[in-house]
């Protein structure tokens, strides 16, 4: 703008699961404007619990993640067939329950500002140069809509459509 003047942005972030509060929380961290829904957060998710060793340097807030953090020293690996091999790790791999994890980096969303809303988000559309998510409560306006809510996203498939089949695959889980 050139006149010194800082434009608040009105942001919508549907899945507030790890990836979307953490940006919910740095995001209000900035000063914006922040909705963060999700009708189901936290939960817990079997396959969502593995993060690398240098997350707790890469991300600051994790400093303050006061729940446990176990240290695998050797994994399975699970063949189709179910054929089995362990395998012993050059180095040990933190895993967290899934569900603190995100309950950790929602209430610091929130303490940061952003605004829960714990509805299922049905729809999103464009109308005119602004985001409409409707909600199974209510409908919602914001400037700039991401999606961080997983692999059977509402908000690609309203946006950009559906993966095809043949570019799915299995998780690895515990």
Known sequence: MGDGKVVEKTIGIVGAGPAGALLALR????????FLY????????????????DAFVEFPELREYS????????????????????????????TVSRMELSRFFLQNAISAGAEFVPEKVTRVYRQDD??????????????VLVGADGASSIVRSFTVGRFPREHLSLTCGY
């Open 27 to 34: 995001l209000t961290s900035r000063g914006e404007s922040v």
């Open 38 to 53: 999700d009708h189901k957060a936290p939960w817990e998710k079997p396959c969502g619990g593995v993060i690398r060793e």
């Open 67 to 94: 729940y446990s953090v176990n240290r695998c020293h050797k994994i399975y690996y699970v063949s189709g067939e179910n054929e089995r091999e362990l395998v012993k790790l050059k180095a040990p791999l933190p």
């Open 130 to 143: 602004r985001w409409i998510i409707e909600t199974s409560i209510g409908d919602y306006r914001v400037d």
